[in-house]
């Protein structure tokens, strides 16, 4: 198929043309398809193993008999709870469909052709496709023992940037910038560019000097707070994540948000999660013996790593990824290349239950040796 066969292709917005559809990790389904093999485990989508809270069942099933009617557009019972739960007014609240449809929100809003904007070697892949999907220009900042070098991104900061991107912590690579760093970075902004902090990892961060850029708030108009669902809370198949920030933002972000983008159960399940603060404690304990227990793996086996405060964690194995990542498939194991990170030698492995991270480890031993 092409624009001979086809003309009305080429009236498609120009900045489609060179962009690659975003790559989810490889579902068991349709592994043990392919293979046809069983019992695999997938340690490639960063999801919570343990699952959402047995209270966020309790609420879908309360909510069931109701599905023949359109949620609640305006999410009120969520947004005043998030904003409770932040401490800001329920119209500093933007409800998306996953946190990256807030990130799409603020490219729609802020961004055209002629304006820029900034995000670092080896972030999101969100960040670029959202800016090429609306005719913007993306510059790259060089990154920094893998994480974000904000000397290298102020320098790239010119008259026609509006949207800053932040991961952090970053994905893929598990770095983090530090509080001072990232204060001082956003109050040299110009009052023309919006930044936005992709908080979607926060509640695993265990490093003091870590920053909750929610506290920003009040300091910085121009502050964008991403966060999600679908990670330590263990939502990611009901998608459902929110943006925080000055209201005048909001009220431009819901102008363009889609109706009813976050379903019903979305909504009652994250209202239910937000309540059980004892699950994400569990699932963060669980997390933090599992990077342990990946790391010490990588090193008896002689693999660098990048360090990380995720629920994941980024590996060098000393070659080309992917046939390394072709044959732990085999084995039955699911796990990221990132190569289109710029990390070709790279694979992500999503932190599992300890029996999948064990497994995991083991099969990598035996495809390395082979």
């Not at 919570?48 to 809270?53: D, F, I, R, Y």
């Not at 099933?61 to 005043?80: H, K, M, N, T, V």
């Amino acid at each position: 198929m092409n624009q001979v066969d086809h003309p009305f292709l080429a009236l498609a917005a120009p900045g489609l043309a060179g962009l690659t559809p975003y790559q989810p990790g490889k579902p068991i389904s349709e592994l043990e398809r392919e293979l046809g093999i069983r019992d695999s485990i997938k340690l490639a989508s960063n999801e919570n193993p343990l699952g959402p809270s047995p209270r966020v069942a309790e609420a879908i099933r309360a909510a069931l008999p109701e599905l023949g009617r359109y949620p609640d557009g305006g999410g009120y019972e969520l947004r005043a709870a998030l904003a409770a739960h932040h401490g800001v007014s329920p119209a500093a609240i933007t409800l998306g469909n996953g946190s990256n449809d807030c990130l799409d929100l603020v490219a729609r809003v802020f961004l055209q052709p002629g304006s820029e904007s900034l995000f670092s070697a080896h972030a999101f892949a969100v960040y670029p496709i959202s800016t090429q999907a609306v005719g913007a220009t993306a510059r790259v900042a060089p990154a920094r023992d893998y994480g974000h070098d904000l000397d290298a991104m102020a320098a790239l900061v010119n008259d026609q940037t509006r949207v800053v991107w932040i991961a952090n912590p970053n994905n893929p690579t598990g770095t983090w910038v530090a509080a001072d760093a990232l204060h001082a970075f956003i109050a040299g902004l110009p009052a023309t560019c919006v930044v936005v902090v992709d908080e979607a990892y926060v509640e695993y961060v265990e490093t003091p000097d870590y920053p909750d850029a929610t506290r920003w708030l009040d300091d910085f108009p121009n502050l964008i707070v991403t966060r999600t669902f679908s990670k330590a809370h263990g939502l990611a198949a009901l998608r459902v994540g929110y943006a925080i920030s000055d209201p005048a933002i909001a009220d431009l972000l819901n102008r363009v948000r889609q109706p009813f983008n976050v379903n019903s159960l979305a909504q009652v399940a994250a209202l239910a999660s937000l309540s059980d603060a004892d699950h994400i404690a569990r699932h963060v304990a669980m997390n933090r013996a599992g990077l342990t227990q990946l790391t010490e793996g990588f090193v008896r086996l002689g693999l660098a790593f990048i360090p990380s405060v995720g629920n994941f964690v980024t590996v060098d194995v000393g070659r080309l990824a992917a046939p390394i990542n072709d044959a732990l498939l085999r084995e039955g194991c699911i796990v990221r290349p990132v190569a289109n990170y710029g990390l070709p030698n790279h694979l992500r492995i999503t932190v599992g239950l300890e029996a999948e991270n064990a497994r995991l480890l083991a099969a990598l031993e035996k495809v390395l040796a082979q």
